[in-house]
């Protein structure tokens, strides 16, 4: 599976955009970006995930680059019970290949 | 809506006890999986069961056991706890393999060996 780089920490103001960063530059073409998260204390928390179309749910957008080696995790009016560990992951799905959580980004939403 | 439940929450042990950890999942998932969350680092898997009747190794095995019991229960074996299993222990469940599977995750249980 691709490498993974995300910033170690970020801070967000109450009701503003988060904008989370995902670097993915050796991602190949049947390789998935999922993004979790993991509140403190508590299992990690699946947020959405994509191959190569922009994708919206009710929790979150995901924007990946045309050239797939970045993608950008959006949660468009951040609340203080957003702050958590985010995870980038990149994977092919194969049946013997699972999901790897590397260190993600601290994500501290402030008031 | 319980999801996957894990018991106990908390555990302390002391080296060379053996317990199990237990986890059901209550939404007829086919997939069922054991992490490890050892302080600020990320989680490594350690066994994990694709559907009922199957468990497979993962990126930490060694000194673990599994046992998927039916479709919904999916337990955890420490025959000799070590001071290096000391961790946080997460279960989760999918509904299916492939590329569009999402993991539900237990609350955890921490384990403490002393």
């Known amino acids: 599976d691709a490498k993974t780089t995300q910033p170690t920490s970020m801070d967000c103001a109450e009701g503003r955009a988060a904008n989370l960063p995902c670097n993915h530059s050796?991602?190949?073409?049947?390789?998935?970006v999922y993004w979790y998260r993991q509140i403190h204390s508590q299992g990690p928390q699946y947020i959405i995930h994509?191959?190569?179309n922009n994708e919206t749910n009710e929790m979150a957008s995901l924007i990946i680059t045309e050239d797939r080696k970045s993608s950008t995790l959006i949660l468009p009016h951040a609340t203080l019970r957003d702050t958590a560990v985010y995870y980038c992951?990149?994977?092919?799905?194969?049946?013997?290949?699972?999901?790897?959580f590397g260190g993600g980004t601290r994500l501290m939403v402030k008031p | 809506n319980a999801g996957v439940t894990q018991t106990p929450k908390f555990q302390v042990l002391k080296t060379g006890q053996s317990m199990t950890l237990q986890c059901a999942q209550d939404?007829?998932?086919?997939?069922m999986y054991w992490y490890r969350q050892d302080p600020g680092m990320g989680l490594r898997l350690i066994y994990y069961?694709?559907?009922?009747?199957?468990?497979d190794k993962g990126e930490v095995p060694n000194g673990y056991n599994v046992s998927r019991l039916n479709k919904r229960e999916f337990s955890l074996r420490l025959e000799s706890a070590a001071p290096s299993q000391t961790s946080v222990y997460f279960c989760?469940?999918?509904?299916?393999?492939?590329?569009?599977?999402?993991?539900?995750f237990g609350s955890g249980t921490q384990l403490s060996v002393l």
């Open positions: 989760a469940s999918s509904a299916d393999r492939g590329p569009n599977e999402k993991l539900f």
């Open positions: 050796t991602i190949s073409g049947n390789e998935y």
């Open positions: 994509g191959l190569k």
């Open positions: 992951i990149v994977r092919v799905y194969n049946a013997g290949n699972m999901l790897t």
């Open positions: 939404m007829n998932h086919n997939s």
């Open positions: 069961s694709a559907s009922e009747g199957t468990t």
